[in-house]
């Protein structure tokens, strides 16, 4: 596609439950960021993919969050366990990789965790 | 309706004027910055980008200022539009911290016709 694909674009899940959260990036582009969007507030960074380097997964909150990125395009973020206050929007984003190219978004995965 | 979040700091213009959203920055070893808009329900769209040795880049109806001395950042809207309304961030990347992008609050832009 054209643009970043993020799937499912709601997902309403039950305390205690797991979810996975799908991310297509920009064909060609080889590095792809995964932010956290509470109401109201900014984007909060989770964890960075570039190409074949380890992740920096310096964002991730808790051990309960991870993300695999296979065959260095699509990516998924798994929250095990969800707790009431994982609900929030998460954005993927891709770019050509380097540190100062422009990332592009997709239209995120609104989590509800009830 | 919704549960009530942080409110953002809200920015009301007239059609037709131009509008000014600032930013404070939080880190001097930032070389990189960047402008998004998002619209409800969207993902941010980029908007423009400055790198840390400019102090101005301008582009379609849009001007960003970069103020090192002060860790400043501003976005300047020629002729607002309507279709401008939305929330404004600013974000900036550390030089040695690869590519993840530390977000601003956001502006709330209001576009009145």
């Known amino acids: 596609g054209a643009g970043v694909s993020q799937s499912p674009s709601n997902k309403v899940t039950e305390k205690g439950k797991d979810v996975e959260l799908r991310c297509d990036p920009i064909?060609?582009?080889?590095?792809l960021y995964w932010y956290r969007q509470s109401l109201g507030q900014g984007l909060e960074f989770l964890i960075y993919?570039?190409?074949?380097?380890?992740?920096?997964k310096s964002g991730l909150p808790s051990d309960r969050f991870s993300a695999e990125r296979t065959g260095g395009s699509v990516s998924t973020l798994t929250i095990q366990r969800t707790q009431q206050e994982d609900s929030a929007v998460y954005l993927c984003?891709?770019?050509?990789?380097?540190?100062?190219?422009?990332?592009?978004f997709g239209a995120g995965t609104r989590l509800s965790v009830l | 309706g919704e549960s009530v979040g942080l409110h953002l700091p809200t920015l009301s213009v007239q059609e037709g004027d131009n509008s000014i959203i600032n930013c404070a920055y939080s880190?001097?070893?930032?070389?990189?910055f960047i402008w998004y808009k998002q619209e409800s329900g969207k993902g941010p769209q980029f908007i423009i980008d400055?790198?840390?040795?400019?102090d101005k880049r301008q582009g379609q109806r849009v001007t960003v200022l970069l103020n090192k001395t002060v860790k400043h950042l501003s976005l300047q809207i020629a002729a607002t539009q309507p279709g401008d309304s939305a929330v404004y961030f600013c974000?900036?990347?550390?030089?040695?911290?690869?590519?993840?992008?530390?977000f601003g609050q956001g502006t709330e832009l209001s576009v009145k016709p």
């Open positions: 984003a891709s770019s050509w990789g380097g540190a100062k190219n422009i990332q592009y």
């Open positions: 064909s060609g582009h080889t590095a």
């Open positions: 993919f570039q190409g074949n380097s380890a992740p920096d």
């Open positions: 880190n001097s070893a930032s070389d990189y």
């Open positions: 400055i790198r840390s040795n400019m």
């Open positions: 974000a900036e990347r550390m030089g040695n911290q690869g590519g993840k992008l530390i």
